[in-house]
């Protein structure tokens, strides 16, 4: 598995072109990514990092990290994926990272995801659907879930049982027993409950590429 990851990141550095600002994601595979974009690093003008852990690895390969607002947009977005469906939609945010995840994949003209084979699915939701929700509207925002999608919402909490906190400050539902045949208009439903932040659903917009790590890597 993790030589998979690990082939999928480096080829992925073949769409890293110089003097980019490269929109960089988070998670297991794109550290991998990180590492390899490190042996290039004179060449890229530097990162917009989608997480406190992504710009970490950055900073500490000695590759700068810039602020979305400052970079404008983006050329290429390279992260990682839960699920990914054979339309290149995906379910995203298994790293708690969707919110910003979401906003540079927006930003940036070509996103290229990066998994290994077992991310692949015809249908999305057998991993549970990651929601990023306002801590006040927590329970409102799980009720509305169960109604719109008949899932089960349940509170993602850390290692000591405690509810996980995002980098922005949020609370995650993850959304259990889905089968998700319509993703678009389950993003945009999701979207519309006061309170959600973000939907892990990446199908109004979802990956331009996926690469698949393996010997050879596949390009989607
Ligand atoms: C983080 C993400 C990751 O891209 C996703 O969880 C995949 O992670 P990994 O590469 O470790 O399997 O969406 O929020």
Not at 92 to 111: D, H, V, W
Not at 118 to 129: H, N, T, Y
Not at 149 to 175: C, F, K, M, S, Y
Not at 185 to 199: D, H, K, R, T
Request: hydrophobic share 45%; charged share 25%.
């Amino acid at each position: 598995m993790s030589d998979a990851k690990r082939l999928a990141g480096e080829k992925a550095i073949e769409y890293v072109r110089d003097g980019m600002i490269v929109g960089v994601g988070t998670g297991s595979t794109v550290a991998y990514f990180i590492d390899a974009l490190a042996t290039i690093k004179h060449r890229i003008r530097g990162a917009v990092s989608s997480s406190e852990q992504s710009s970490g690895l950055l900073r500490a390969h000695g590759i700068e990290v810039l602020e979305l607002n400052d970079a404008g947009p983006l050329s290429l977005y390279v992260d990682g994926a839960d699920e990914c469906d054979p339309h290149k939609r995906l379910i995203k945010g298994g790293g708690a990272a969707l919110t910003r995840e979401k906003i540079i994949a927006e930003a940036s003209e070509q996103f290229v995801c990066i998994v290994d084979p077992a991310k692949q699915v015809d249908v999305l939701g057998r991993f549970p659907l990651p929601v990023e929700v306002i801590p006040m509207a927590r329970s409102l925002v799980a009720r509305r879930i169960v109604s719109i999608t008949g899932g089960q919402p349940v509170w993602r909490q850390d290692v000591d049982e405690r509810g996980v906190v995002t980098d922005n400050g949020n609370a995650i539902l993850d959304i259990h027993g889905l089968s998700i045949v319509d993703p678009v208009a389950m993003e945009a439903a999701l979207n519309q409950i006061p309170g959600v932040v973000s939907v892990g659903l990446f199908a109004r917009r979802g990956a331009d590429v996926v690469i698949v790590g393996g010997s050879p890597p596949r390009v989607l």
